[in-house]
């Protein structure tokens, strides 16, 4: 048997004008060495980020169907290409090397995205996922952070994954309206998540502080969660504490059995005291994140009133019979008074002045219960006179 070192590997290289004086035997990697046969020895290595091997074979006479079938030995499914040999014009590919014949094959891989490499190699997490890992810096390739999902690579890199310790949230608190068996009723704070948008989660949101007491959806990012409240609404939001009372609350948001009002500051005067909006609302297809009123969009339904006025803003109370995502926010920019805050549909403020202040749902206990969040200290600054 011939013994082949990473030093032989690199001289066959330079024979075949892949490698250079400055390449080191330490650039090549993975070196295992199989034997197809008694009479042939087949080495695999990696060289530049690249799959190759090498055959030692006096036999093979410079067929390369049978150099092939001797390293499909090795990976049956193999693609490339034999490196002709640049220095013997008599010979196609084969090399004397060490008493014997050589042939060198590289293999073909195919780039691709290193979000959907990471996704094909570990499909227990979502594309979505490792595109967050990537751009926190916590994937590297060859020992190289790449922070770009669009990064092309090949199935014989090296992918290292430097997973962020879980943020420690046991001493972050909600303010609880009222607790029961079945159910928690909270004030979410204006700019706190409802939960977070994939696994990777590294600020505290109010499904960390349902799991605390919920045994509903723990095996998800979303434990507790039955409705959401934008990130910069504030106000009441209920949550399940075990399965039952989830499929119970559901259907009552699917039904339109809950009551639930909002107030907000608008940005101007509506030209109407009080009115009903019914407009449709779709997805704007120009900027996913948003939404605008669109005749083929879904119906959508809010009642304003107008509470207080001063110089500048509007107080307003807002029903909406539908839950359609950004409801408020959209016809409220529709009707030419946006929301005080809104960096989406209107301007920047120190915040978005809408505040979810009740709630109306049948628990489990079968009683009609409202819940209410008092009215932020922000608005009231606004509105010092006003009374809910």
Do not use: C
């Not at 390739?141 to 310790?165: A, R």
């Not at 083929?296 to 509470?307: D, F, L, P």
């Not at 002045?353 to 932020?376: C, D, K, M, N, V």
Request: charged share 25%; net charge positive; aromatic share 8%.
């Amino acid at each position: 048997m011939v013994k082949v070192s990473s030093r032989d590997i690199l001289d066959v290289l330079r024979r075949y004008e892949l490698a250079g004086d400055d390449n080191v035997p330490r650039n090549i990697e993975n070196v295992k060495i199989t034997h197809p046969n008694p009479i042939n020895t087949l080495v695999s290595f990696r060289f530049s980020n690249n799959q190759l091997y090498l055959l030692l074979d006096d036999t093979a006479e410079d067929d390369i169907l049978y150099a092939l079938d001797q390293i499909k030995t090795k990976n049956s499914n193999v693609q490339g290409e034999f490196i002709k040999n640049p220095r013997d014009s008599s010979t196609t590919h084969a090399m004397p090397f060490k008493g014997k014949e050589v042939y060198l094959f590289e293999v073909n891989s195919d780039k691709h995205r290193l979000d959907s490499e990471l996704a094909k190699r570990y499909p227990e997490t979502s594309r979505s996922t490792w595109q967050k890992h990537i751009h926190a810096g916590n994937i590297s390739v060859n020992g190289k952070v790449i922070t770009s999902s669009k990064h092309e690579i090949t199935e014989n890199d090296k992918i290292s994954i430097q997973t962020p310790e879980t943020p420690d949230f046991k001493d972050n608190q909600l303010p609880i309206i009222y607790i029961d068996d079945n159910v928690i009723v909270i004030n979410k704070p204006a700019g706190v998540l409802t939960h977070s948008k994939g696994e990777l989660n590294d600020e505290f949101t109010v499904a960390d502080f349902f799991r605390r007491y919920s045994s509903y959806n723990l095996d998800s990012n979303r434990p507790g969660i039955i409705h959401r409240l934008d990130r910069d609404t504030s106000g009441v939001m209920i949550g399940a504490r075990n399965a039952e009372t989830a499929v119970l609350l559901q259907k009552q948001f699917a039904d339109r059995k809950t009551k639930k009002t909002y107030y907000a500051v608008l940005d101007g005067k509506p030209k109407l005291d009080i009115a009903n909006i019914d407009l449709p609302i779709g997805r704007n297809p120009k900027k996913p994140s948003m939404f605008r009123v669109d005749a083929n969009g879904k119906s959508a339904v809010t009642r304003y009133e107008i509470v207080d006025m001063n110089n500048k803003y509007t107080l307003v109370k807002l029903q909406p019979q539908t839950g359609r995502t950004h409801q408020l926010r959209v016809h409220m920019k529709y009707i030419g008074t946006p929301i005080l805050g809104d960096k989406l549909y209107g301007k920047s403020a120190d915040r978005l002045y809408l505040h979810a202040y009740s709630l109306e749902i049948t628990i489990p206990s079968g009683q009609r219960q409202t819940f209410t969040a008092p009215l932020p200290d922000d608005l009231i600054k606004l509105f010092p006179k006003v009374k809910v």
